[in-house]
């Protein structure tokens, strides 16, 4: 069994900063590229961001320059650092990963999410 584990969220200031994580466990052979989402409360789930192998990284336009995506391969592990935080950041964030478990199957993995609120 693979799953994603997320932690780093919670509550921060406007302006603030916070440093988001995702470890991946169990039968894993390589992870292709792992993202960021996330969903705010009566909205669609968004991309933030996705990195590849090779840490090649892609973000949505309004986060550019404010979020930086990262991964560690060593540790199979996924990074989100959030800068300059503003109420409309708010929302539950989603680690995905494309983890090839066996030689036949990849699995599309989702993190169970953590909440992120951005309030004076």
């Known amino acids: 069994q693979v799953q994603l584990v997320e932690s780093g969220g919670g509550l921060v200031q406007p302006g603030g900063s916070l440093r988001l994580s995702c470890a991946a466990s169990?039968?894993?052979?390589?992870?292709?590229?792992m993202g960021w989402y996330r969903q705010a409360p009566g909205k669609e789930r968004e991309l933030v961001a996705v990195i590849t192998s090779g840490g090649s990284a892609n973000y949505a336009d309004s986060l550019k320059g404010r979020f930086t995506i990262s991964r560690d391969n060593a540790k199979n592990t996924l990074y989100l650092q959030m800068n300059t935080l503003q109420p409309e950041d708010t929302a539950v964030y989603y680690c995905?990963?494309?983890?090839?478990?066996?030689?036949?199957?990849?699995?599309?993995?989702w993190g169970q999410g953590t909440q992120v609120t951005v309030s004076s």
């Open positions: 169990g039968r894993i052979l390589s992870i292709n590229v």
């Open positions: 995905n990963a494309f983890i090839r478990a066996t030689a036949r199957v990849t699995l599309n993995v």
